[in-house]
């Protein structure tokens, strides 16, 4: 696959986009800074600010790899962070940081910033009554930014300063070079320099999501990516009748449609689109329509339009859901994620990897002091289908989902923080593995067969080359950087 495929960043493990609801639940689980990771109270890109102090942090960021800054995090003792909040009239342009920084360069870097709320108030259950007062004041408001790594040497091209009681302090000059140096941002020593160098060298050869040190001798390079081998070769639209959803759900239901509320269709334009055959007149999807207005359509013509081809697109997704719950996972649509339920105090499924017959523990329960009672932990995936250069593929990203009965999700902070747990203690460190038990677990180890218009590669794209890399952050690194008195243990009622 060409770089432009790989849109994410590795942790643990896990691919996922850099300002996921996962990265989030990773990074604010950290109470010291790192060499990925600082904390600031706010941030100000006003002309009279101190921002070339945040800008030196974004060029050492950069050049050392990439990372991350949070907002609304104050310094309580040396190196140790309290979340408290932004403040109610903080307001801070996306577009108008971005412009700030990259006046003061010749490489413009794109980084991106978001932001997201969180209750972090249970962090703090025996604070003494002073700073008891300061958590009933904590705001749930915070802010996140993520900086990539470099593909270039990133200097600044004119002099970073600003004036502190009436006098200049400057921050950096022309050329300057910055790098992370534990928590510091600071110049870099001449083995530093090395490192970036090398660091660059490799950067343009970030190929593939799979775990591992790079090398640099020829070899075969597994994907999460598998493609869509066989389309469907038209799609039929139609005006949608006049149900609300309660009387679509009990239409299929009564037409012994499984699972009826997980629709194989898109709603666009007042009309109802799906690959399945409205024409025949024994379809269940043919009595949402008015049967005069259906139309069948090569594929390739609705491809051909930008806003027919994202339908398409999604119509793919929820044919992949809807095969998917068939093949009894269950699916938790806030997340796009797929797992499997389990009634037992432990769910194991065979399947044959890439070696042996095997059994995997899909489903356990387990017991957190923090919380004082027992859940479920469940292996899972995202599953969703993307395009690349007219071609369409199924991506598999692995992941973990709590439960408390072991079948309907639970999500709140103290479940990301769970969920970070598992991610360092019980997770396979074959990425690959966890890819292809999915694959194997939706085509029984075959391709994946949906009705007779489409079918998925159990294979991964592949790729020859030279060198291979997976580099973001690794879990190692951040494992060192969590405070492990701030994290509940977690016991199983039996040893996996």
């Known amino acids: 696959m060409s770089k432009k495929t790989i849109a994410g960043i590795i942790i643990n493990e896990v691919e996922t986009e850099p300002l996921s ?50 907002l609304g995090w104050e310094e309580y003792k040396k190196n140790q962070f309290v979340p408290v909040g932004l403040s109610s009239d903080f307001e801070l342009d996306p577009a108008n940081l971005q412009t700030k920084f990259n006046s003061y360069t010749l490489e413009p870097l794109a980084f991106d910033y978001k932001e997201f709320n969180r209750d972090f108030k249970h962090r703090f259950p025996k604070a003494n009554e002073e700073f008891r007062k300061k958590i009933n004041s904590i705001s749930e408001r915070f802010a996140i930014i993520y900086i990539p790594p470099s593909h270039k040497l990133l200097v600044p091209n004119k002099t970073g300063d600003y004036k502190v009681n009436g006098k200049e302090k400057y921050v950096f000059y022309p050329n300057d070079v910055f ?70 759900k009990a239409l299929l239901k009564q037409e012994k449609v499984f699972p009826e509320w997980c629709y194989k269709f898109k709603y666009w334009s007042g009309n109802i689109v799906t690959f399945e055959n409205m024409l025949d007149q024994n379809n269940p999807y043919h009595k949402l329509v008015l049967p005069e207005t ?14 027919k081809f994202r339908i398409v697109k999604e119509i793919l997704n929820k044919e992949l859901h809807h095969y998917a719950i068939q093949k009894h996972l269950r699916y938790f649509d806030k997340k796009n994620i797929l797992y499997y339920a389990s009634e037992e105090t432990r769910r194991q499924e065979k399947w044959k990897s890439r070696y042996v017959a095997s059994t995997k523990t899909v489903a356990a329960k387990f017991f957190v002091p923090k919380l004082k009672r027992f859940l479920y932990w469940h292996v899972a995936f995202h599953a969703d289908v993307l395009d690349f250069e007219g071609r369409f593929y199924l991506r598999i990203l692995p992941t973990f989902v709590i439960s408390e009965n072991g079948k309907d999700v639970i999500t709140d902070p103290v479940i990301g923080t769970l969920i970070t747990s598992l991610s360092y203690n019980k997770y396979n460190s074959l990425y690959l593995n966890n890819v292809l038990f999915w694959i194997h677990q939706l085509g029984e180890g075959s391709d994946v067969k949906i009705q007779d218009y489409m079918t998925i590669s159990k ?13 973001d952050i690794p879990s190692n690194e951040f494992r060192l950087e969590i405070d ?13």
């Open 21 to 70: 609801d996962y990265v989030i639940d990773f990074v604010t689980n950290a109470t010291k800074e790192s060499p990925y990771l600082d904390f600031k109270k706010t941030i100000d890109i006003s002309k009279s600010s101190a921002f070339p102090e945040i800008a030196k942090d974004i060029f050492a960021f950069s050049n050392y790899g990439g990372g991350w800054l949070l």
């Open 179 to 248: 790098y992370r140096r534990g928590t510091q941002s600071i110049k870099p020593s001449k083995t530093e320099l090395a490192l970036i160098e090398k660091r660059l060298a490799k950067e343009n050869y970030r190929l593939s999501v799979l775990s591992g040190d790079p090398d640099e001798v020829d070899e075969t390079i597994y994907s999460n990516m598998f493609e869509i081998t066989q389309m469907p070769k038209f799609v039929y639209s139609g005006k949608a009748k006049d149900y609300d959803s309660v009387s679509v």
């Open 294 to 307: 259906i139309t069948k359509q090569p594929i390739e013509d609705w491809l051909k339009d930008n806003d």
């Open 459 to 471: 294979s991964p794209v592949e790729l020859n080359a030279k060198m291979g890399i997976i580099y």
């Open 484 to 496: 492990e008195e701030e994290d509940g243990e977690i016991i199983e009622d039996e040893e996996v």
